[in-house]
Every structure is written in C-alpha cells, then in structure tokens.
C-alpha cells in the first residue's frame, strides 16, 4: 500500500463513452501526475498539478481532460477515445522536502479502449 | 527523451548480489539520480536516490562515481522477488516541478 488509491483497477470502454479515472493520495503531498503506460514503451508523464494548479501539460490530446479539486484527489476524464489509447494510466504524488522529492505511485488503470 | 542508458536486460542468481549499471553522461550538476522498479503491472516503487556521494538504505545501495557520468545500484542480496524492471533516472527540474523521464529500464531476472 502506498498511500496513493487508484479506481477503477480495469476499465473496458467504448469509443463513444465518457469515464473518469480516479486518484487518490492519502499522503499530505502537494503535486499530483498523470501518466501513461502502453505496452512495450516507457512511462510517459501526461499532466502535473502542483497546489491544485496545473504546471505540466506534455502534448496530451483534449480526449484526456484532468481535474484537480484538491490536494488529495486528481481525475482524468476521457471522451471519445482511440484504440491506441489503451494503457496502464498510472497516478503518482510526491512533495519536495530538503531537495528531496519523491513520487508514490498507485496501482494503476488498466484501460481497454474497443 | 530520457537522459539514462540501461542495459534491457540481466539475470542474476538468487542470494547473489545484483548490480544494475547506468550511464548518464549528460547529467548537470543539480541533477538527482533517482531508482524505481516496476513489478508486473504495479506501479512504480521508489528504492534510492543521489546527487554525488554514495548512498545505501534498506533496499539497496548506490554507488555513483566521481564524475557523476554513471551509476550502479546494488541489491545486496536478491531474492525472487526483487525480479522487475528497474528505472535508472535523472530528475529534471526542480522542487515540484522537477519532473521524472522514464526510460525503458533493465530488466532484471532472479533466478533460483
């Protein structure tokens, strides 16, 4: 257990459905990620969200669309999604203390796209 | 694009020290090295980091030389479990901004 909740755990969506993904972090940090995970390739970083503000968006298409309400929970909305985004979407949060920064991940959702 | 370069692959006998070789040789000078690995279909797991000196904790050490060019990190002693893929990574940026550049990693094999 990290500390950072992840629902749904599979998720299996049509090309026209609307889901959400869910993150939780019950850990105190203040900055929250996004990535995504394809098979075969490395993670890459989506969105960051420092302070309930969003700091990084790395090229991500508008079908990924993320909220932030708090500290504690980060969503990704997904609309009108393509095969080639099926993924392993992973959350992680982390604070800097001391030049030390390190970010807790959760388990992920694995996400099937037909 | 990630600033690490890791073997794809390696296999190491269990009890037997596992020693992961990284090189990034275009690391600055406030630039951390950080470990993760990545268990089947979890998500990443922090094991270490470090800026210059070398550092060990409960999971591992690391050693990185004295031009900051490479890194390797030591599982002391590996069991079956510690089979995974392992992430080699230079933090870019700073505070939380600084930002984690996945590449893809050594895989690494105990076998018994």
């Known amino acids: 257990e990290t500390g950072v909740t992840q629902t749904p755990r599979h998720l299996v969506m049509g090309m026209t459905n609307k889901k959400s993904l869910k993150c939780e972090q019950h850990l105190g940090h203040n900055a929250m990620y996004w990535y995504k995970q394809s098979a075969k390739k490395p993670l890459e970083l989506m969105f960051v969200?420092?302070?309930?503000?969003?700091?990084e968006n790395n090229s991500v298409p508008s079908r990924f669309s993320p909220e932030c309400p708090n500290s504690s929970h980060l969503f990704l909305h997904l609309h009108t999604l393509q095969p080639e985004d099926s993924a392993l979407y992973l959350c992680a949060s982390s604070q800097e203390v001391q030049g030390k920064n390190i970010q807790y991940f959760g388990a992920g959702t694995r996400l099937s796209v037909l | 694009d990630a600033k690490t370069t890791q073997p794809t692959s390696m296999d190491c006998a269990e009890g037997r020290a596992a020693n992961l070789p990284c090189n990034h040789s275009t690391i600055s000078g406030n630039e951390y090295v950080y470990w993760y690995r990545q268990i089947h279909s979890q998500g990443p797991q922090y094991i270490i980091h470090?800026?210059?000196n070398n550092e060990t904790n409960e999971m591992a050490s690391l050693i990185i030389t004295e031009d900051r060019k490479s890194s390797t990190l030591i599982l002391p002693h590996a069991t079956l479990r510690d089979t995974a893929v392992y992430y080699c990574?230079?933090?870019?940026?700073?505070?939380?901004?600084?930002?984690?550049?996945f590449g893809q990693g050594t895989t690494l094999q105990v076998k018994p």
């Open positions: 969200y420092n302070f309930k503000e969003q700091t």
């Open positions: 470090g800026l210059k």
């Open positions: 990574i230079v933090r870019v940026g700073l505070g939380n901004t600084g930002k984690l550049i």
